[in-house]
């Protein structure tokens, strides 16, 4: 009986390891409004009235991701006042996402490195409170003022 317990036992923490596994990856097959979450973003979580949206062709020299891996992209970019931004890029592929994370990623050292000298507060805010998430095909940068209140939208629209 003991045995019996004891293989009972052993299986269910191996299926429960097993799934613990795969929680990790964003599901592959969310779909994103781009337009809607961008506009959530910009009405909930930034106070920078200033920010205005980026024409698409100036997105590639801004961020510097491979435009053949895109398929759409759009962002909202401060005129300068504040860090403030956000940029939302639906790669062809799930797989081209690591590759417009870390374009994000530089885009924000980047930035924060200019920030620097004439405005610390915000080069700080770039390093500490920007967001870069992907899921499925899309990948999303979010400098703002309410970075937890722009988690959790970012959450419900699947990252």
């Given at each position: 009986?003991?045995?019996?317990?004891?293989?009972?036992?052993?299986?269910?923490?191996?299926?429960?390891?097993?799934?613990?596994?795969?929680?990790?990856?964003?599901?592959?097959?969310?779909?994103?409004?781009?337009?809607?979450?961008?506009?959530?973003?910009?009405?909930?979580?930034?106070?920078?009235?200033?920010?205005?949206?980026?024409?698409?062709?100036?997105?590639?020299?801004?961020?510097?991701?491979?435009?053949?891996?895109?398929?759409?992209?759009?962002?909202?970019?401060?005129?300068?006042t504040t860090a403030c931004e956000i940029a939302i890029v639906k790669s062809k592929e799930a797989s081209?996402?690591?590759?417009?994370?870390?374009?994000?990623?530089?885009?924000?050292?980047?930035?924060?490195?200019?920030?620097?000298?004439?405005?610390?507060?915000?080069?700080?805010?770039?390093?500490?409170?920007?967001?870069?998430?992907?899921?499925?095909?899309?990948?999303?940068?979010?400098?703002?003022?309410?970075p937890d209140a722009a988690q959790g939208i970012l959450e419900e629209y699947g990252f």
């Amino acid at each position: 009986m003991k045995k019996k317990l004891m293989c009972l036992a052993c299986a269910g923490a191996a299926a429960l390891l097993l799934t613990a596994c795969g929680g990790g990856k964003k599901e592959e097959s969310v779909n994103v409004d781009m337009e809607a979450l961008a506009k959530e973003l910009l009405t909930t979580v930034t106070s920078d009235s200033s920010l205005t949206e980026t024409a698409e062709t100036q997105l590639t020299s801004m961020y510097f991701y491979d435009a053949d891996t895109v398929e759409e992209a759009l962002a909202y970019a401060s005129a300068g006042t504040t860090a403030c931004e956000i940029a939302i890029v639906k790669s062809k592929e799930a797989s081209n996402t690591s590759a417009v994370e870390e374009a994000f990623q530089k885009r924000v050292d980047d930035q924060a490195v200019r920030c620097d000298s004439y405005n610390p507060p915000e080069a700080e805010r770039l390093r500490e409170d920007s967001i870069i998430e992907s899921a499925g095909v899309y990948t999303v940068l979010c400098v703002c003022d309410d970075p937890d209140a722009a988690q959790g939208i970012l959450e419900e629209y699947g990252f």
